[in-house]
């Protein structure tokens, strides 16, 4: 276990335990209207931020540093600050640029893992269509989530409102959208980085 990785994931991990006793004082004293979906993007934030030691240990598989560090600012973007205390909704475009970096930053995850497997040589073509394609494949899933999520809670977490036809699919299509780009834009640079690695070891 990689000592940089494990107090890495502490420490967000503080963060987020932080964020929950202040969210909890102020909605018990009235300050602050707390949501029920707060407290549950809260759970999944304290899950979700020990992947990275969970997959150094029961998986053995070890990731770029700054590409945990990164996923680590993306639950804190996401679940805390964008969910938990309600930022999507004081600053729109916030949930777009979160969607296109995930684009980029699962690209890049899925190239890690790529990279880590015992078959991991593909020619460019090939490797671009890998990451763009569990990139999107996720950017997917995560819309399925939030679909099934508010039918169960009655939330309203893809803005569809009161909404019909091509109006309420704007903000789920604008999602897909940013996901689209963010991960063609992650092809890009992984396909760079795999270049200059080949380059690398020619010499």
Same mark, same amino acid.
């Given at each position: 276990?990689?000592?940089?990785? *494990?107090?890495?994931?502490? @420490? +967000? @991990?503080?963060?987020?335990?932080?964020? +929950?006793?202040?969210?909890?004082?102020? %909605?018990?004293?009235?300050?602050? %209207?707390?949501?029920?979906?707060?407290?549950?993007?809260?759970?999944?934030?304290?899950?979700?931020?020990? *992947?990275?030691?969970?997959?150094?240990?029961?998986?053995?598989?070890?990731?770029? +540093?700054?590409?945990?560090? !990164?996923?680590? /600012?993306?639950?804190?973007?996401?679940?805390?600050? =964008?969910? &938990?205390?309600?930022?999507? =909704?004081?600053? $729109?475009?916030?949930?777009?640029?979160?969607?296109?970096? !995930?684009?980029?930053?699962?690209?890049? /995850?899925?190239?890690? #893992?790529?990279? #880590?497997?015992? /078959?991991? $040589?593909?020619?460019?073509?090939? *490797?671009?269509?890998?990451?763009?394609?569990?990139?999107?494949?996720? @950017? @997917?899933?995560?819309?399925?989530?939030?679909?099934?999520?508010?039918? *169960?809670? =009655?939330?309203? !977490? &893809?803005?569809?409102?009161?909404?019909?036809?091509?109006?309420?699919?704007?903000?789920?299509?604008?999602?897909?959208?940013? %996901?689209?780009?963010?991960?063609?834009?992650?092809?890009?640079?992984?396909?760079?980085?795999?270049?200059? $690695? &080949?380059?690398?070891?020619?010499?």
């Amino acid at each position: 276990m990689r000592k940089s990785v *494990l107090w890495t994931t502490i @420490g +967000f @991990g503080i963060l987020g335990i932080i964020s +929950f006793v202040i969210y909890l004082a102020l %909605d018990l004293s009235g300050i602050y %209207d707390a949501r029920m979906v707060g407290y549950l993007c809260w759970f999944g934030y304290i899950v979700l931020v020990w *992947l990275p030691i969970l997959c150094e240990w029961l998986l053995k598989v070890k990731f770029n +540093f700054v590409i945990i560090v !990164s996923f680590e /600012i993306f639950l804190v973007a996401t679940l805390i600050v =964008g969910t &938990q205390w309600g930022v999507y =909704g004081l600053f $729109k475009p916030l949930d777009k640029i979160v969607h296109f970096a !995930s684009g980029i930053l699962i690209a890049f /995850i899925a190239y890690e #893992l790529f990279s #880590l497997s015992k /078959i991991n $040589k593909v020619n460019m073509f090939w *490797l671009f269509f890998i990451v763009f394609s569990v990139s999107m494949m996720c @950017g @997917g899933v995560w819309e399925i989530w939030e679909f099934t999520f508010d039918g *169960l809670l =009655g939330n309203d !977490s &893809q803005n569809a409102g009161d909404l019909v036809g091509r109006a309420a699919l704007f903000d789920t299509m604008w999602d897909l959208i940013c %996901d689209f780009f963010g991960s063609i834009l992650g092809g890009i640079f992984v396909l760079l980085m795999e270049k200059k $690695k &080949q380059k690398v070891e020619k010499e």
